[in-house]
């Protein structure tokens, strides 16, 4: 399930926060602030969909994130990869190297998070 682009905005500001009442959400917008019932509309949304949860207190609701950070962006990313790269993260990492601009440190910094994760693989895969 997608969020909109304002959804995924308001999102950010919950995993930020962690926990917020509506007005604490609104607070973080910035200037034009959206209407309350804008964000209202967006939060009933997003609990339809199965991204927010609340927790009432009298006429009170206390929102928080039922979905974690990571996870959402690893589903978009992962879903990126699938539909522009032929489902090819070789792709993707050409792609991403060669259009961003990477100064060289940055690359190494890229080749040193690469080269954990196939330690950490290659580790597992001897232990399994």
Excluded: C
């Excluded at 522009?84 to 040193?112: D, G, I, M, Y």
């Amino acid at each position: 399930m997608q969020l909109t682009k304002t959804e995924e905005q308001l999102m950010q500001y919950l995993w930020k926060q962690e926990k917020a009442f509506m007005k604490d959400l609104l607070d973080m917008f910035p200037e034009p602030k959206p209407a309350t019932t804008t964000v209202a509309t967006l939060l009933k949304r997003m609990t339809e969909k199965g991204f927010v949860g609340y927790t009432e207190y009298g006429k009170s609701r206390e929102y928080y994130p039922l979905v974690k950070k990571s996870d959402y962006f690893s589903k978009q990313v992962n879903g990126m990869i699938k539909s522009f790269f032929n489902n090819s993260a070789a792709q993707f990492a050409s792609f991403f190297t060669k259009e961003t601009n990477l100064s060289a440190q940055e690359l190494e910094e890229l080749r040193s998070v690469i080269d954990k994760e196939l330690q950490k693989k290659n580790n597992d895969r001897l232990h399994n």
